[in-house]
């Protein structure tokens, strides 16, 4: 007998709400086709800006980019420029929706959290030693160890304390 699943339209509203500028927006989920499309021009985008790294934004030209932030937002791009916000905001925001595609809502409340500052995505190396203190994880070095010296030298001893090889 198969298992039954509650419908997926029941277990979760499928949209994104950003307040921009004293209004809330409510970006609806993508098609399957567009969503798709976003994930794989986004993959390596999404990974940089998790560690940290900026966004090399140059590697799209202003109509794509344009185009990107469109399939992010839906129908909400049209909406924020008739409302007149400002391009960082709708930049941010566009982004904040990719991130909630490609890596769901708790990626993209962090990167709309961070104001889109990468550096307040990844924590500095104090809070990473810090956090693996608490968790007594300490790193491992990876500097190894010299290993003892002592009957390694390649020499012949004199055989004192040795036993015969029996054969």
Not at 15 to 39: H, N, W
Not at 61 to 75: H, I, K, N, S, V
Request: aromatic residues 6%; neutral net charge.
């Amino acid at each position: 007998m198969a298992a039954r699943f509650e419908a997926l339209d029941e277990l979760f509203d499928d949209a994104l709400e950003l307040p921009i500028q004293g209004k809330t927006y409510r970006i609806p989920s993508p098609s399957a086709e567009d969503g798709l499309r976003v994930q794989r021009i986004t993959t390596l985008a999404a990974r940089l800006v998790q560690g940290g790294e900026a966004i090399d934004t140059t590697l799209l030209d202003d109509d794509e980019e344009r185009d990107l932030l469109q399939l992010c937002l839906g129908p909400v791009f049209e909406q924020l420029r008739e409302d007149g916000v400002n391009w960082s905001h709708l930049r941010h925001a566009g982004l904040t929706a990719m991130f909630w595609i490609v890596s769901g809502i708790d990626t993209a409340e962090q990167y709309w959290k961070a104001a889109g500052d990468p550096s307040q995505l990844a924590p500095n190396r104090a809070e990473r030693r810090a956090k693996a203190k608490k968790n007594g994880s300490a790193a491992v070095s990876a500097t190894k160890r010299r290993g003892s010296t002592s009957g390694t030298s390649g020499r012949k001893g004199s055989g004192k304390g040795r036993k015969a090889a029996t054969t």
